[in-house]
């Protein structure tokens, strides 16, 4: 799958690649109402990374039914709508409003969003909040819930144990982690907001790690994300026990990195047809 908020919604990638053959695609996060998000620079290189802070800048529910739904509508590949709110209602609202739509094949509850004031990362980080959401969320929609994590916490199965007793289908870990990057000639943030998300190879160890103690903590499926740029990275997440992954960094360096994964992974899989128990 192509990770949330690294792939648009589809239709910026449409012209690089065929989208049927990918696994699925997730969209950038949509808010109820449209949003701005946060003033320039959103983006800055790491060592081996990315910083963003975007801030969930998007066109809202409305124009996203209207526009982007219809366009991968074109498409077989599912849809996995990611959502995002500040209070739990507004998560419950958009849960409601895309339960009749049946092109969407899941909701990615966005609890993980570093880089908002209100909602987003407040709720991941805290089991009853957490569970408030997610709950929400499933008395809204029989549509399969992804639980979208972040890493920014003591204990990552405290949080994704929360989210399944609360009846989430599905987990995906991690989201950025926050961090920093100062500009040595003003000292300020070299973000227009203070700190930013980091991704990218940079913490694709912690995703693994973290990964691996939620397959070990929960029942349900794993989706792995953090910093794949190759076949073998994916290969480590569901070594690690995720059963599906996410391409999120890579699509920023490579627009055709998801499909070339795609093909090292099936490389891997005929060299080593018994190392992944994939039945
Ligand atoms: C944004 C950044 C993230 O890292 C994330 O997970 C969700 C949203 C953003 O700034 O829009």
Redesign the pocket.
Known sequence: MVA??TFGWGKEYSEYMDLNKLGAIVT??ITLKPRE??PPP?IVETPSGML???????EGLEHFLKEDLPFLAKFDTPTIV?I?GETVEEYAELAKRLSKETMVKAIEV?I?????KQG??AFGVDPGLTKQVISAVRNATKQPIIA?L?PNVTDITVIGRAAVEAGADALSAI??IVGMALDLETGKSRLGRET??L?GPAIRPIAVRMVYELARAVKVPVIGIGGIMTGNDAVEFLLAGARAVQVGTANFVDTAAPLRILAELHDYVHRHPRTLNLS
């Open positions: 949330s908020g950038k996060s998000g946060n959103r963003n802070s975007i801030g969930l800048q998007n990611n995002a966005n993980s969003c570093p880089n908002v987003g990362m979208k972040t989201n950025t930013g998300g991704s």
